[in-house]
């Protein structure tokens, strides 16, 4: 819709307005107002976070004061309806960054042949979880560069893993928005050495389907408390190679069943470090992973990343696990990926046209 036509419609909706009709003013106004809503916030969370003196009043509070006025204008018009929704919306649009966090660390469930996990409470939310492999032994350098939220897991087999969280309507548009997500890290960690495995939903499920509580620090104390091991995971935020916000968690025997929680960073930093900081204060606990037949397989992808998918991914032969494919790329030895895995992997090592 070209700007004459969205004037002409706020003017209709105005009209509308002034004569009592709110449910046809409420339709257009949400056709004008949640498409920039939506592009709004999408980029909000993928702007890396700034310190310093703020500047002006963010662009997202005065969307969200302009929904409230017109909530408040309905309930003045004696409106039913839409001051419920003009309020209900503008309260999302100012309240975003704190629903986004409620729902990623709520309840998730796996979505069936599918890289996404969906949330129980918002179901407009979605996660995707991917693990990090390496031929790099500067694996910290290698991951500083990445925006979001990383979680080392550092028990049993020590591992890295990159979560994704993004909200959309459906099933497809979230998968979309999850691949573009894992894509963007991808090419930036490649170059580097280091690749992004997306993992099966149930794959991501049974990760973090045991159960885990958040451990007390003190940030004064920071890197003492990380290098002392009494803590399972740790998940951090951060942007620009700094860590934002930080939590240390510790496994307590328990497991969820039919629906899991991923362990978030819970305290924001008031001195935010240096992800290397937090990388090296761990120390020999978390070493970079030994390449393995995945290393293999997802490098010689991005190596061939400009040839077509027929002369990149091959048959394997029969896969041990129901369910599974067994599959190989050039010069790469076998490898078990269920087919959403496999559709993902082939989408996120694709060169952009």
């Known amino acids: 819709m070209g700007w004459f036509l969205k004037v002409v419609a706020l003017l209709l909706a105005f009209v509308l307005v002034g004569a009592g009709t709110w449910s046809l003013a409420l339709i257009i106004f949400a056709a004008l107002l949640l498409p920039p809503v939506f592009r709004l916030l999408h980029r909000s969370k993928q702007a890396p976070q700034t310190t310093g003196k703020k500047g002006r009043l963010p662009a997202r509070y005065l969307l969200a004061g302009t929904l409230l006025v017109l909530a408040f204008a309905g309930y003045l018009a004696h409106g039913s309806f839409s001051p419920l929704a003009f309020g209900t919306l503008g309260l999302v649009v100012l309240l975003w960054g704190r629903l986004a966090v409620l729902a990623v660390s709520s309840s998730l469930k796996p979505v069936n042949e599918s890289i996404l996990l969906r949330s129980t409470r918002l179901q407009a939310s979605w996660a995707g979880v991917a693990r990090v492999t390496s031929i790099t032994r500067d694996l910290g350098r290698a991951l500083a560069g990445v925006s ?111 629906k899991v929680r991923i362990p978030l960073p819970e305290r924001d930093l008031s001195r935010q470090p240096v992800f290397l900081e937090v990388f090296k204060a761990i120390g020999g606990r978390l070493s970079s992973p030994s390449p393995d037949q995945y290393t293999a397989f997802l490098s010689s992808l991005y190596a061939t990343s400009g040839e077509p998918v027929g002369t990149r991914v091959f048959d394997g032969g029969t896969a041990t696990q129901s369910g599974m494919m067994l599959v190989k790329s050039q010069g790469s030895p076998p490898v078990e990926l269920s087919k959403a ?13």
Do not use: C, M, N
């Not at 992997?345 to 694709?350: A, G």
């Open 341 to 353: 895995q496999l559709r993902a992997v082939v989408r996120i090592y694709e060169k952009a046209r």
């Open 148 to 258: 979001g939220t990383v979680i080392l897991s550092l028990s049993d087999v020590p591992a890295v893993y990159v979560v994704v969280e993004r909200k959309a309507w459906s099933e497809k548009a979230a998968e979309e928005e999850v691949l573009s997500a894992l894509r963007e890290l991808t090419w930036s960690l490649a170059p580097r050495g280091a690749y992004l495995l997306p993992l099966d939903s149930q794959q991501a499920y049974a990760l973090f389907q045991p159960s885990f509580e958040a451990a007390r620090f003190a940030e004064a104390d920071l890197t003492h408390t990380l290098a002392s091991g009494s803590h399972d995971l740790i998940s951090l935020r951060q942007s620009g190679g700094f860590a934002r916000a930080l939590g240390l968690y510790r496994r307590t025997g328990g497991v969820h069943d039919g």
